[in-house]
Every structure is written in C-alpha cells, then in structure tokens.
C-alpha cells in the first residue's frame, strides 16, 4: 500500500503530514502471507514434481526419457511448435499491423475474432475440428477418398494448436503498434523508402521486444496444450501423443516416476518461460516509454 500524504503551508515552512500508514508488523504480516500463498502453491508443487521424478535416482530418469515412445511425444510436441508458432507470427504481425495502422470496416469484428480463443473452451476448440474434418462431417469422405488425414494425426495437432495459440502475437503488437502511431512509417515513405523497407528497418525494430515476448508466450502455450490436442489427437501412443498426452497417460497406468520425469521437462519449459518473461517485460516497458517520450 501506498503511504498518502497531505501538505500544508504555514507562511513560508512546508508541512507534510502522513495520512495514512502501516506499522512495521502489518508490513511483514503481509509479505508474510504473499510468501506462505507463493510457497504453497507454487514451489512446494514444483518441489514435488522434481523429486518424484528424481526419485530412482538420474540413470532411471534419464531412461524413461530415452523411451521410444515419451522420445516420440517430446519430437511431435517440439515438431508442433516449430509449425504453429511461425504460423501465429505471421498470422500476429499481419493482424496487428492491419489493426493498429489502418481504419476500415469490420476491424471491431476482427479485434472480435482474435479474442475468440481466449473465451471458446480448448476442449470446444478441438471438437470444432472434429465437426469439420470427421468423418460424418461434409469435407471428411471427400478427405477420406484423397487419402487426406487430417484428425488423429499431425495436421490435425498442429491446427488444434494454432487455433488456440493464435492470440497471442497479435495480442502483444496490437497495443504497442496504436501506442506508436504511424508516424515513423509515414516519415520513411515520404523519404522514398519501399513498403517491405519501412517494415524491415523502421516497424519491426520498434515492436522487436513486443514480438519476442508474444513468440514466447505462444511457444509455452503450444508445447502445454491438453485440451484441443486431447481431442483431435486420438491419443495414439507413439504417434499423436504429445508430452501432456503423455504425461496423462502414463499417470493412468500408475507409472509415477515415468510420469513425473515428463513433466519435469513441461515444468523446466514453464520455469524458463518465466525468467525469459520477466527479462522481456522489462524490455517490453522500456520500449513503451522510449515511445511514449518520442
């Protein structure tokens, strides 16, 4: 809490007198809670994950890894994340650009449709693709006679993902890209420079910390999905499973150690997203005020 204070002028002495003011022993009551709530449910849980895993010792840790098919769930899910993040950031920096640069009709609506993740259920989400590439779905025979799978195989994974994903990116660069303006554009191609220039060397060094901190958040998003993937995926083992598929199943079947040992490499991801967040949120605040000077 913030300390409120109220100033006065008798003739020509200033007086500041404190409204408002907690005692040493709130303050430390209050810290003390903060940490109680962030050792309970943060470390402690991911204390446990990391012992359970640990519990055999590294050589039995470092064989449930080598498993042909968790080795199988680790590839799909980083082969998921190499096609869908790229995907969003195309699909991120396009959007916010056409949203934060230019005025037309409809740009409420597509504001609408980038949220639209963020409120649909991943769940909801997979059984959408489930209801278009089915097989009692209009488009699933004519797949089915091409020879095209699309559900419970990679590209069906990959689009539940970016469907969920997609946010993200353009969520980021939206605000910093109004919060910019088009001067700095306007000024370039007034100068002579081309459209793929002015966004080479004038657009993208300004949102440059934005975009990395959106492919950050997108990418950790990606590698973690349950929900959609569980859906379209068909859980195949050695074939659809990603690591959280993979870690539920796993579970299933009582296999603890194997499970935990997953998921340690899920809470690693998680722990290194954050310290990259918080480095990323600072340059993120930095560029903003930068702007905001100018």
Known sequence: MAHDAISSRTGNTE??????????????????????????????PLAAVFTEAMRNGPGE???????????????????VAVIAVPLNLV???????????????GKAFLT???????????????LVFVLLFGSHSL?????????????????????????VTFPFVARELI?????????DEEAALSLGASGWQTFW??????????????VLLCNARAMGEFGAVSVVSGHIRGLTN???????????????????AVATLLALLALVTLVLKSVLEMKYSEQIAASRRH
């Open 15 to 44: 007086t500041v007198r404190i409204a408002t003011s907690e005692s040493r022993l709130a303050r430390y009551g209050l810290i003390g809670v903060a940490l109680c709530f962030v050792a309970l449910f943060l470390v402690l």
């Open 61 to 79: 840790f470092a064989t449930v890894l080598a498993d042909p098919e968790t080795f199988a769930a680790i590839k799909l899910t980083l082969l």
């Open 91 to 105: 699909f991120g920096i396009a959007a916010a650009w056409a949203i934060a640069k230019f005025e037309f009709k």
């Open 112 to 126: 609408t449709l980038i949220d639209l993740p963020f409120s649909v259920s991943p769940v909801i989400s997979g």
């Open 139 to 163: 488009l699933g025979p004519w797949l089915q006679s091409h020879g095209i799978q699309i559900l419970f195989a990679v590209p069906g994974i990959v689009l539940a993902t970016v469907f």
């Open 175 to 183: 605000p910093l890209m109004q919060e910019q303006g088009t001067s």
């Open 201 to 214: 060397y004038v657009t993208l060094p300004n949102i440059k910390w934005g975009l990395l901190y959106g």
């Open 242 to 260: 990603t690591m959280p598929l993979q870690v539920e199943i796993l579970y299933n079947e009582y296999n603890f150690v194997a499970a935990f």
